[in-house]
């Protein structure tokens, strides 16, 4: 089963401190997306990556970093975590095709800053 | 800039009664679209998608999307609801472009009544 594992389900973090989300595809596909979940706002997207070392920023990128070193592993980091960055973090995951194959999420990461 | 407009946040439903959930679109170009469902606690499972083909889209669990290019919609629908299809439920368009980034609807939440 294909599968889009992010490494946490659950976090709580310090204002102030660096956070680390990761995410492993083990599809082999190209391209790999960070979102977050808000009520009554949907998705939206933070960063994106296309191929390896690079990247591409989204519809709100400010707060964020990202790095992808491998194909199948792309990281979302906090420089420094604010409780305005309290959210559900959701990780995909599409091959160039992704028209037709649509796209694989991972289960999501509810971070808490306080 | 592509971008999709849910028209109802919250629906609800008797077991046993038809399910309309709206969403209108805008999109510069051909879009792609789709219907993905979130149930409590997990991530984001594809129901349908339209890529420029029929119109009328059946999907998985007895959902379907028509494509109404003149109305801009994309309305999901589904005859006969059932207790299990209670989720929140996220229109999608995709710009076509590069990596194929998906622009998410703010979500309808449907609830169903026995």
């Not at chain 1, 190209?30 to 994106?48: A, C, V």
């Not at chain 1, 990780?91 to 028209?99: P, R, T």
């Not at chain 2, 420029?52 to 006969?80: M, Q, R, W, Y």
């Not at chain 2, 999608?92 to 009544?113: C, E, M, P, Y």
Request: with cysteine; glycine share 8%; aromatic share 12%.
């Amino acid at each position: 089963d294909v599968k889009v594992t992010q490494s946490s389900r659950y976090l709580v973090k310090r204002t102030g401190e660096k956070v680390f989300l990761e995410c492993v595809q083990d599809m082999d596909h190209e391209n790999m997306f960070w979102y977050r979940q808000d009520p009554g706002l949907g998705l939206r997207l933070i960063y994106f990556s296309y191929d390896v070392k690079m990247k591409e920023k989204g519809d709100i990128p400010e707060g964020y970093s990202v790095s992808r070193e491998k194909k199948e592993r792309f990281s979302l980091i906090l420089e420094s975590a604010s409780t305005n960055q309290t959210s559900m973090y959701l990780c995909a995951s599409s091959s160039q095709g992704a028209m037709d194959y649509g796209y694989t999420f991972g289960s999501g990461t509810r971070l808490t800053v306080v | 800039a592509q971008s999709v407009t849910q028209l109802d946040s919250h629906v609800s439903v008797s077991e046993g009664t038809p399910v309309l959930l709206r969403c209108n679109y805008s999109s510069s170009y051909s879009p792609s679209l789709f219907w993905y469902v979130q149930h409590p606690n997990k991530g984001l499972q594809l129901l349908l998608k339209y890529t420029s083909a029929a119109t009328l889209v059946k999907g998985i669990n007895g959902f379907e999307a028509e494509f109404k290019k003149s109305e801009t919609s994309f309305h999901l629908t589904k005859p006969s609801a059932h207790m299990s299809d209670a989720a929140e439920y996220f229109c999608v368009v995709s710009d076509g472009q590069g990596a194929q980034k998906l622009v998410f609807g703010q979500g309808t939440r449907l609830t169903i009544n026995p």
